[in-house]
């Protein structure tokens, strides 16, 4: 049991290891000069004689009792005389030792190999007897054999681990062929004969060595796997990341695409309205023309059935004569009739044709926009041109955030720098699709947008939105609160839908000449759309003023 908790403990091995044993020596030497010399056990309420000798104060106390009829006292150490009984002196600062001592002796007794003979009191082991099998403390070892018979060695928790199981003798070989311990009588032995064959203690450093070789080994195989395992968690994190915007993008697509498809719809069924209302026009025109038709034709029913009833044949046949021809040609007013109809009516089947070539077209102009959005594109690395930036919008280290100050900053005047707080992207966007994203301040008026180079640089219509050479995203804090609307050309529409305008995404799709804003932060919703043909390159474009910031991500 002792064994297990000193394994557990890393404190002691099967052999004891070379700290318990510094350990083990020193307590003993301790436990000796605090060991009483009556009584050999550690001090209790110590006294000093007048010689300078200490003992337990009712061991001497004892012992000066049984010297009271001789008429001397004497010192059981140095045998110093005393003509009358010696006054015991209180030693403190040797009973606080020995108090301390004592209070350590149960730490001992759990991880120190003890004298065999103090059977009164633990008392650690410092040497063992291989011949006689037993521990031995410092002032039991002093009255041992010292005869050669009478090996000793260091203390042992089990003997079985340092001797040979065959002849009983200590282990001091090491045998490299057969990897196993020998006593000398083994290293003779037919068995290990021809070996190779080595102290133990060389022995033990070769493993030791081989052993710390094998830990850097280890050490350093550990630490690949630890950055392995970090690269790991890097990746993940990006998955996760990218993940996110993919999310995000996704639903931004199938938003826009929803909403298109509602506006088809719409404008499908107006189509079918129209058409509908075109044709039953076109109709009831018709019908009101045949009535028409159909009452003259009764009209020359009742005549004729008139000059059927006449007797006088005279009168029927001058009719005939003087009346005009049309009149009796009924089979040509057929035709013309009937012509007339075939060219006014529509067939139906037009109408499947037509509303079918306007969804298809539909639904084609859909699926490309499908197609672009699909792409999922990685967002633009956008940073600020500090030589554009106004002179009281303060541009951070990283060109990434634009702050409005109330201290003018002085820069330099050159012609691309505006007046006003204001401030372009170095980077243009010719062609193809791309997006960025901002984050903003939920105080002061913002406007975020894109604009062409060409754009002012001075006056009023240098504010993107108010021009015909930029757009944009606007809010504007009126009335103790945020309204928010869409710029061009000093055209503003406002957005019905309210929003924190915390974080936007700005989508630009160069081509079908599209620029889309978005509202991040939550599920992504659709704001606006511009639809314009881009004839420059265009330029991410921000505006602050009252205490804003506008920081792109990214």
């Given at each position: 049991?002792?064994?297990?908790?000193f394994?557990?403990?890393?404190?002691?091995?099967f052999?004891c290891?070379?700290?318990?044993?510094?350990?083990?020596?020193?307590?003993?030497?301790?436990?000796?000069?605090?060991s009483?010399?009556?009584c050999l056990?550690?001090?209790?309420?110590p006294?000093?004689?007048?010689?300078?000798?200490n003992?337990?104060?009712?061991c001497i106390?004892?012992?000066?009792?049984t010297?009271?009829?001789?008429?001397?006292y004497?010192?059981p150490?140095?045998r110093?005389?005393?003509?009358?009984?010696?006054?015991?002196?209180?030693?403190?600062?040797?009973?606080?030792?020995?108090?301390?001592?004592?209070?350590?002796?149960t730490?001992?007794?759990?991880?120190g190999?003890f004298?065999?003979h103090?059977?009164?009191?633990?008392?650690?082991?410092v040497?063992?007897?291989?011949?006689?099998?037993?521990?031995l403390?410092?002032?039991?070892?002093?009255?041992?054999?010292?005869s050669?018979?009478h090996a000793l060695?260091?203390?042992?928790?089990?003997?079985?681990?340092?001797?040979?199981?065959?002849?009983?003798?200590?282990?001091?070989?090491?045998c490299?062929?057969?990897?196993?311990?020998?006593?000398?009588?083994?290293?003779?032995?037919?068995?290990h004969?021809?070996?190779?064959?080595?102290?133990?203690?060389g022995?033990?450093?070769?493993k030791?060595h081989?052993l710390r070789q094998?830990?850097e080994?280890?050490?350093?195989?550990?630490?690949?796997?630890?950055?392995?395992?970090?690269?790991l968690?890097?990746?993940?994190?990006?998955?996760?990341e990218?993940?996110a915007?993919v999310?995000?993008?996704?639903?931004?697509?199938?938003n826009?695409?929803?909403?298109?498809l509602?506006?088809?719809?719409?404008?499908?069924q107006s189509?079918?309205?129209?058409?509908?209302?075109?044709?039953s026009?076109?109709?009831?025109?018709?019908?009101?023309?045949?009535?028409?038709?159909?009452?003259?034709?009764?009209s020359?029913?009742?005549y004729?059935?008139?000059l059927?009833n006449?007797?006088?044949?005279?009168?029927?046949?001058?009719?005939?004569?003087?009346?005009s021809?049309?009149?009796?040609n009924?089979?040509?007013?057929?035709?013309a009739?009937?012509?007339?109809h075939d060219?006014?009516?529509l067939?139906?089947?037009?109408?499947?044709k037509?509303i079918?070539e306007?969804?298809?077209?539909?639904?084609?102009?859909?699926?490309?926009?499908?197609?672009?959005g699909?792409?999922?594109?990685?967002?633009?690395?956008?940073?600020?041109?500090i030589?554009?930036?106004?002179?009281?919008?303060?541009?951070?280290?990283?060109?990434?955030?634009?702050?409005?100050?109330?201290?003018?900053?002085?820069?330099?005047?050159i012609?691309?720098?505006?007046?006003?707080?204001?401030?372009?992207?170095t980077?243009?966007?010719?062609s193809?699709?791309?997006?960025?994203e901002?984050e903003?301040s939920?105080?002061?008026?913002?406007r975020?947008?894109?604009?062409?180079?060409s754009?002012?640089?001075?006056?009023?219509?240098?504010?993107i939105?108010d021009?015909k050479?930029?757009?944009?995203?606007r809010?504007?804090?009126?009335?103790?609160?945020n309204?928010?609307?869409?710029?061009?050309?000093?055209?503003?529409?406002?957005?019905?839908t309210?929003?924190?305008?915390p974080?936007?995404?700005?989508?630009?799709?160069y081509?079908?000449?599209?620029?889309?804003f978005?509202?991040?932060?939550?599920?992504?919703?659709?704001l606006?759309?511009?639809?314009?043909?881009f004839?420059?390159?265009?330029?991410?474009?921000?505006?602050i003023w009252?205490?804003?910031?506008?920081?792109?991500c990214g």
């Open positions: 049991m002792r064994h297990e908790f394994k557990e403990k890393g404190t002691f091995n052999t290891g070379s700290a318990v044993k510094l350990s083990i020596m020193a307590s003993a030497g301790l436990q000796e000069e605090l009483c010399s009556i056990n550690i001090y209790t309420d006294v000093t004689l007048r010689c300078g000798h003992f337990c104060r009712v106390g004892c012992a000066l009792d010297q009271e009829g001789s008429g001397v004497t010192c150490d140095c110093e005389t005393f003509q009358k009984r010696p006054i015991l002196y209180r030693s403190i600062a040797l009973r606080n030792i020995a108090d301390h001592f004592h209070s350590t002796q730490e001992q007794t759990e991880t190999i004298c065999t103090c059977t009164q009191s633990s008392v650690p082991a040497k063992f007897c291989l011949l006689c099998k037993v521990s403390c410092h002032k039991h070892l002093r009255v041992h054999s010292k050669a018979e060695t260091d203390p042992i928790t089990f003997l079985e681990n340092k001797q040979c199981s065959i002849h009983k003798k200590i282990l001091e070989y090491y490299t062929e057969d990897k196993a311990c020998i006593c000398v009588t083994c290293s003779l032995a037919r068995d004969k021809g070996h190779s064959v080595e102290p133990l203690d022995a033990f450093e070769k030791k081989k094998l830990r080994k280890l050490t350093s195989k550990r630490e690949e796997t630890e950055k392995g395992v970090q690269n968690q890097v990746h993940r994190r990006e998955v996760q990218k993940a915007g999310t995000d993008r996704v639903a931004a697509l199938f826009n695409t929803r909403k298109q509602e506006r088809l719809e719409k404008t499908t189509e079918i309205s129209s058409w509908e209302k075109n044709i026009l076109s109709v009831s025109n018709l019908i009101q023309q045949l009535e028409m038709k159909k009452d003259g034709l009764y020359k029913i009742l004729i059935d008139e059927c006449l007797k006088d044949a005279i009168s029927v046949l001058q009719e005939q004569e003087s009346d021809g049309d009149f009796w009924a089979k040509d007013g057929e035709n009739d009937r012509e007339g060219n006014k009516v067939d139906v089947s037009d109408l499947d037509g079918s306007a969804l298809h077209s539909g639904l084609s102009e859909i699926i490309k926009g499908v197609k672009r699909i792409n999922l594109l990685e967002p633009a690395d956008i940073v600020l041109d030589n554009t930036a106004g002179n009281y919008i303060h541009i951070s280290d990283d060109l990434k955030t634009a702050t409005q100050l109330q201290l003018n900053q002085n820069r330099s005047e012609k691309d720098r505006f007046q006003c707080n204001q401030v372009l992207s980077r243009s966007f010719a193809g699709q791309h997006y960025w901002v903003t939920r105080s002061g008026n913002l975020v947008g894109m604009c062409y180079p754009i002012d640089r001075k006056g009023y219509q240098a504010w939105g021009n050479k930029s757009w944009c995203l809010r504007w804090h009126n009335n103790d609160s309204q928010y609307s869409v710029m061009h050309d000093s055209k503003v529409t406002q957005l019905p309210k929003f924190s305008f974080k936007l995404r700005v989508y630009l799709d081509e079908a000449g599209q620029l889309s978005y509202e991040l932060g939550g599920p992504v919703r659709h606006y759309t511009f639809n314009a043909t004839t420059e390159p265009l330029h991410a474009a921000l505006c009252r205490d804003g910031f506008i920081k792109i």
